[in-house]
């Protein structure tokens, strides 16, 4: 029950980098896979060529695995993996989302639990989601090219903090098993598969996107560069069986969003339509850069450039890394306090120092910081923090502001928002009411070391 951290969610939500790993937390991973797997044996396929259409060079429909699962247009290429008896294969549906498309590299059986989600079952959820390739709903934003950093998106008009700016669905969705369980010459002939199985403006919105450094490569390759540099780390479904593996997923509008580390927009998955949504976590203005952080924010400014240096390869020219040493030093300091309140603001021992005003600063700092979209997790601590101590009218309060600034960053199925939505309507029962005081109170917890007289 206590609150959740973006922090964490984050440091599960990293786009991938160049040569290291998109993946939040594994950095060692980002589509390089464990080198030194046990080459499973190879089970098919000629490399799929990336000018043959589909259909030359595959069988729609026509094997055992898309008659028991007819959404899927194409379920080849097939390697073993190296850790169980189980096939790893691509499985495209080329209808999905009004005629879009995604491909996805895993097993049969987390395949057939993805295509039971609500983006599968009822198509009119996912029907206008993008707005890219067959738009209804006018842009908000401009492609441009920003010298230094290749393309990257530009506001068209004055957009609102909390407005949806974009949303993609999944392109490529790769099972990180595949990473971990095929060798690479085997996970990157079905990442290109997968790309290849897209309808044509959908694949070549995919081919189109940034390597980082542009060299020549072969098309195999250049799928996987594309996907190390453009990817970003989804964690599980709570309802999905396998926990211990996230996904590697590719969407390319999106993609061309380039990173500072104040962003102005942030990104949240959701599973029930496979769609990541974009919304801006501050006003931004026509002619400003729409911006995404692609780490953890919460890193002082050393650990961030290195981070940005060593995954995707270019040096963090934004404002919060290139400020004067004076301006670095207050943010760095701004920057251990966030952390050290928050890990006190998660103690729940009689001992701890928690209380409100230590959620107020955290409040303070943030916005000193200019991180929008962490504002709400300190909103979260002020309510549980107030309603702990039994002020059920400012608990209330900061509930309030937690669900208004969480929803554009988490989304509103996120178990904070849910919770803080509770609060709101009744904080005297909610579970955070006096917790504080309860915790602190009692005689067993405040007598120490009494001699006793009789
Ligand atoms: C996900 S892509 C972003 C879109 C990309 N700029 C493009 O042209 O498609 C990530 C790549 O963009 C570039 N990039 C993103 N943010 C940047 C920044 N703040 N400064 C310099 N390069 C950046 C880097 O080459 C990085 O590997």
Redesign the pocket.
Known sequence: HEAHHNHDHLAHAE?C??GGSIIPGSETLCGQGVADAVKPQKVILSEPEAEKSPESTNQKNGNNDSQKHPIWEYTTPCFNSSKSKSEICVFSDVDFADGRGTSFVMTESRAAHLAKYPAFTNPELVKNVNQDLKRTIPAKYDMKEFP?????LVATEHIKRGDLIMANTASLIIDYRAFEELTKEEYTQLQAAGVDYLPKAHRDAVLA??T?DGADRTHIERVDKIAA??SFDIDPDEDDEIQDHGFYVLFPEI??????CRPNADYFFDHDTLAQYIHAIRDIFPGEEITLS?INPVMKRKARVDKLQRI???????RSCTQDKVRVEASDLRIRRIKELSNELQDWEPQSRANPAMAELMISLYEQEKLWGSLYEAYVFAAIEYNGVGDPWTATKYAGLAVEWGIPVVGPKDEDMVEMAKLAEDPWGHWSWLKRSKVRGGWGKRQRDVVDDD
Request: glycine share 22%.
């Open positions: 786009i980098g160049q230094g950093k290749g393309m990257g996107l940034s980082h540099t453009n993609a061309r969003m380039n990173h500072d692609y995707w390869g270019f040096q963090c020219g934004c």
